[in-house]
């Protein structure tokens, strides 16, 4: 069977999505969707002829193309306005979008579950920074205070990033409670600490020249542990976006995170599991 896909965004990510699900024998894209480009077709990689169809409206493309699953890496204003238009079509949603609000996640896993219909949204598609998430879940068993320094492009809208607050949250379900938070007497320059999310200080470094990097630090009595992320080209979302297209089609609800697709443990998984 083919998957088509329709993909939400043609900005870096959407255009990555396009040349790697056009590489895919099992996959089709079979349109771009996007409210603020002024473009009217998009042409596939290597294939300067093949013109895939181009519009603004996302309910009209749908009804055009009939997509299997979309794939949308757009903004957290626009994400929830294309769900509504998937849903009402039972079309399927993969979104990497940053900052989406847990109103909108806890909205759009009542209407899959009550659709029966899968969808995956994801902070992070690259698997080097899932294991960076699951190996910083085993460390915080061990130890009391941990910080993270996370470090992207200058072009990135938001701070911190959706990868930073999954790993803290991540790192605080583990540790079964908060971490401690190492007081300091003076803060000169206000900020210097970090943003703190449950004893996690965060710091987000935004410089021209990155990509996407994490470092997570958990200290103890006369010894760090550094477990640390390096993206250095947009390719490296690309199996992770291709594996949750394939996944989806056999999801009968939202399954946030990746790793709940490798079968790892997640906050998400331990919930459901509590209520079992
Ligand atoms: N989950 C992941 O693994 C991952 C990886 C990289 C990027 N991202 C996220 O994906 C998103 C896109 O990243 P990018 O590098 O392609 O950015 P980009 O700036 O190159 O492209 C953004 C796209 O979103 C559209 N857009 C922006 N604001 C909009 C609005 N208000 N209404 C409708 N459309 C709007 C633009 O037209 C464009 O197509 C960002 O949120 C980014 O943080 C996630």
Redesign the pocket.
């Known amino acids: 069977m083919t998957i088509k896909v329709l993909i ?9 999505v396009l040349h790697a699900v056009s590489a895919e024998d099992d996959m089709e894209p079979v349109g771009v969707v ?4 002024t473009e009217e077709y998009i042409s596939l990689p290597g294939e300067g002829e093949v013109l895939v169809p181009f519009e603004r409206d996302p309910a009209a493309l749908i009804t055009r193309t009939r997509p299997d699953v979309i794939v ?7 994400t929830p ?2 769900a509504e238009a998937a849903l009402q079509d039972n079309v399927r949603l993969v ?5 989406l609000s847990e109103r909108f996640l806890s909205h759009l896993g009542e209407e899959c579950s009550k659709r029966e219909l899968g969808a995956v949204v ?5 698997i080097g ?1 899932i294991l960076m998430q699951q190996m910083s879940r085993m460390a915080a068993r061990f130890y009391d205070n941990a910080e993270i320094i996370e470090q ?1 492009h200058d ?4 701070a911190p ?3 930073s607050l999954a790993t803290a949250k991540a790192i605080v379900d583990a540790h079964g409670k908060p971490m401690s938070v190492t007081a300091t007497k003076r803060e000169t320059i206000q900020g210097t600490r970090g943003g703190v999310v449950d004893g996690v200080a965060i710091h987000s470094v935004r410089l021209p020249g990155l990509v ?1 990097h994490q470092e997570v630090i958990f200290g103890g009595p006369g010894e760090t542990l550094r477990i640390r992320h390096d ?1 250095s080209d ?1 390719a490296s ?1 690309m199996p ?2 291709l594996l949750a297209v394939r996944e989806v089609m056999n999801l009968k609800s939202l399954v946030v995170g990746l790793e709940g697709l490798f079968g790892f443990e997640s906050e998400g998984t331990r919930q459901r599991a509590d209520a079992g």
């Open positions: 939400s965004g043609s900005g870096k990510m959407g255009r990555e996007d409210l603020l480009s949308d890496f757009t903004s957290a204003e626009w306005k294309l979104s990497g979008t940053s900052g994801a902070a992070n598609f690259a920074a992207h072009g990135k809208a938001d990033s959706g990868t996407a993206t947009r979302f992770g976006v």
